[in-house]
Nanobody, 125 residues
Framework: QVQLVESGGGLAQPGGSLRLSCAAS????????MSWFRQATGKGLEWVSG????????YYADVVKGRFTISRDNAKNTLYLQMNSLKPEDTALYFC??????????????????WGQGTQVTVSS
């Protein structure tokens, strides 16, 4: 069965960095586009970034562009999100997600079939 397991969250100071990981199993990761979403307390899910199966196409939400970097290691079945210059407003539960079609599905939440359990990122001094 499909499993997505996020890790790497924690507490960071404003201006600091964190690197999130998403370990994938149960499907052919190298053929599947992936995305990161986040959800702040009391708010809806927000798309953060997406990457095609071969890393040739990468997309970012405007609010993280220039600060976050998405990447993947298909040999390790792992998706990453390097987060630099963190701001308090980046505080959220971060999820990785995929679609069974394998194609990049954009920011639409309803397009995604499987989600991880999330990893908490808290940015505070």
């Amino acid at each position: 069965q499909v499993q997505l397991v996020e890790s790497g969250g924690g507490l960071a100071q404003p201006g600091g960095s964190l690197r999130l990981s998403c370990a994938a199993s149960g499907f052919t990761f190298r053929n599947t586009a992936m995305s990161w979403f986040r959800q702040a307390t009391g708010k809806g899910l927000e798309w953060v970034s997406g990457i095609s199966s071969d890393s040739s196409d990468i997309y970012y939400a405007d609010v993280v562009k220039g600060r976050f970097t998405i990447s993947r290691d298909n040999a390790k079945n792992t998706l990453y999100l390097q987060m630099n210059s963190l701001k308090p407003e980046d505080t959220a539960l971060y999820f990785c997600a995929m679609t069974v079609s394998g194609s990049y599905s954009g920011p639409g939440i309803n397009m995604y079939d499987y989600w991880g359990q999330g990893t908490q990122v808290t940015v505070s001094s």
